[in-house]
C-alpha cells in the first residue's frame, strides 16, 4: 500500500529551524519526484520544494536560501530542512509523489499525498 507520512511540524518562535519528514512505504521514494506543498487558512496550496529521481532539486523563488531538501535513501525518507522560519511560513505542509520530473508549479500532477504536518510560526 502506497502511503507518505510526514511528521517533524511543531509550534516554533520566528527565526526558528524545523526538519519535516516524508516517510514512504510501499514504495521506493527515489523512483519518483517528490514534493513538499503548504497551505496556510484560507489560502490556496503552494509549492515549496522539490527532488527528482536523480536528486534536482528545486526550492520555491521566495523561500530559496531558508528551506532545503534532501533524501535519505536507506530511510526512505526526503527531509525539509527550514530555518530562519517566519510567521507567513506558518500552514499545513504535506509532501506528494509524482511521476517524472520535479514540480513545485502544479500540485495536481501529484498523485499521492501524505496527510500533512502543521507548522506554526508564532511568538
Known amino acids: 500500500q502506497v502511503q507518505l507520512v510526514e511528521s517533524g511540524g511543531g509550534l516554533v518562535q520566528p527565526g526558528g529551524s524545523l526538519r519535516l519528514s516524508c516517510t514512504a512505504s510501499g514504495f521506493t521514494l527515489d523512483s519518483y519526484a517528490i514534493g513538499w506543498f503548504r497551505q496556510a487558512p484560507g489560502k490556496e496550496r503552494e509549492g515549496v520544494s522539490c527532488?527528482?529521481?536523480?536528486?534536482?532539486?528545486a526550492v520555491a523563488g521566495s523561500l530559496k536560501g531558508r528551506f532545503t531538501i534532501s533524501r535519505d535513501n536507506a530511510k526512505n525518507t526526503v527531509f525539509l530542512q527550514m530555518n530562519s522560519l517566519k510567521p507567513e511560513d506558518t500552514g499545513v505542509y504535506y509532501c506528494?509523489?509524482?511521476?517524472?520530473?520535479?514540480?513545485?508549479?502544479?500540485?495536481?500532477?501529484?498523485?499521492?499525498w501524505g496527510q500533512g504536518t502543521q507548522v506554526t510560526v508564532s511568538s
Open positions: 527532488i527528482s529521481t536523480s536528486g534536482y532539486t
Open positions: 506528494a509523489r509524482r511521476t517524472g520530473g520535479c514540480s513545485t508549479v502544479y500540485p495536481n500532477s501529484y498523485t499521492y
